[in-house]
């Protein structure tokens, strides 16, 4: 009986010994970081994931054109309206002359162009709100021809000067 117990118990040690043995250990470290915004001034993209991310234009295989991207943004200024403009009229191009994509970009609504405009008036900056920024392909006139597009939209905002 007693080697029994001796042998089970043996036994028993040299499993829970092996088990740590083989025990596995995995860490992760990973970054994380907040912008906190001046509350003065601030346009800044409502799900801040996808701003440093090339977007996808999708292609709709059934009805031959191109899908949009629609992302919001937060505003607020508290003095004055906000202006937006583009730093030059964006396109999208696949290295062959003559098949560039020109692209229509709006923001709350607004067609931007590489004028200045005001995208939010004195009092909707003032509380502040979420818009839309809408960029949608505009169709060639000879179509849509085959290929990888590639392209960059560069926008501005600016404060504009308070009332006096």
């Not at 943004?73 to 403009?85: G, M, N, P, Q, W």
């Amino acid at each position: 009986m007693i080697k029994q117990c001796t042998a089970v118990a043996l036994l028993a040690a040299t499993g829970l010994t092996g088990a740590v043995a083989w025990a596995a250990r995995e860490e992760h470290t990973f970054e994380v970081s907040l912008t906190i915004p001046s509350r003065p001034f601030y346009v800044i993209p409502a799900e801040p994931d996808w701003i440093h991310r090339p977007q996808r234009l999708e292609w709709d295989y059934p009805t031959a054109t191109m899908g949009s991207v629609q992302k919001n943004f937060d505003v607020r200024h508290e003095s004055s309206a906000i202006e937006a403009r583009l730093d030059a009229m964006p396109y999208l191009t696949n290295g062959r002359p003559g098949e560039e994509i020109q692209l229509r970009v709006s923001f709350n609504g607004v067609e931007l162009q590489t004028s200045a405009q005001q995208v939010l008036s004195r009092e909707e900056a003032a509380t502040g709100k979420r818009v839309p920024l809408q960029i949608d392909p505009v169709k060639p006139l000879g179509g849509y021809r085959a290929g990888d597009y590639h392209g960059n939209v560069f926008l501005f905002f600016n404060a504009t000067a308070p009332d006096a």
